[in-house]
T-cell receptor
């Protein structure tokens, strides 16, 4: 399967713990995007990378959220000191090229539940 | 303020008939639009896209129409099949002046139910 993969698919954690999610994009895709989806809403953009460079991070929800893509391949999204309001589906997408007018292909998502 | 709006939370159609899903946007800078289908507990699946230089794009049973003056687009599914039952999201690409950025702005989705 050469689609976008995300790990884990589900994560349950206690309030105050740190969590990290991983995304592996389609292999030739140089762009990688992170989104968050809550119940009844469409996905909400968080941040994106072109190769290893993080080109937009002002939409990250708070300074507790951070993302990396150290070698321009897989990416990680970390949430520190989780809160119950962080419970959501976290989606990763990838695309090829440097234009913003490209189709993004999504992974299956990581569903986070903060107790 | 929502820049991409899907005003119908749900739509029910009979198998074999046409499904029409609607989407409105407010930002005249949007020039690339996409439709995604989403099943519960899965990521969105790309269906079809359209650039603002076109007013129609077809792919099999799916056709997207774009009316730039009205800032409106619609997705037509003909004929509708029970397997089409899912939540459909309209998205616009938020491109910066260099044409580079491209993060997607999504509507809230329309839940389509196709009855056998």
């Amino acid at each position: 399967d050469t689609g976008v993969s995300q790990d884990p698919r589900h994560k349950i954690t206690k309030r105050g713990q740190n969590v990290t999610f991983r995304c592996d994009p389609i292999s030739e895709h140089n762009r990688l995007y992170w989104y968050r989806q809550t119940l009844g809403q469409g996905p909400e953009f968080l941040t994106y990378f072109q190769n290893e460079a993080q080109l937009e991070k002002s939409r990250l929800l708070s300074d507790r959220f951070s993302a990396e893509r150290p070698k321009g391949s897989f990416s990680t999204l970390e949430i520190q000191r989780t809160e119950q309001g962080d419970s959501a589906m976290y989606l990763c997408a990838s695309s090829f090229g440097t234009s913003g007018r490209k189709t993004q292909y999504f992974g299956p998502g990581t569903r986070l539940l903060v107790l | 303020d929502q820049q991409v709006k899907q005003n119908s939370p749900s739509l029910s159609v009979q198998e074999g008939r046409i499904s029409i899903l609607n989407c409105d946007y407010t930002n005249s800078m949007f020039d690339y639009f996409l439709w995604y289908k989403k099943y519960p507990a899965e990521g969105p699946t790309f269906l079809i896209s359209i650039s603002s230089i076109k007013d129609k794009n077809e792919d099999g049973r799916f056709t997207v129409f774009l009316n730039k003056s009205a800032k409106h687009l619609s997705l037509h599914i003909v004929p509708s099949q029970p397997g089409d039952s899912a939540v459909y999201f309209c998205a616009a690409s938020e491109v910066d002046y260099g044409g580079s950025q491209g993060n997607l702005i999504f509507g809230k989705g329309t839940k389509l139910s196709v009855k056998p």
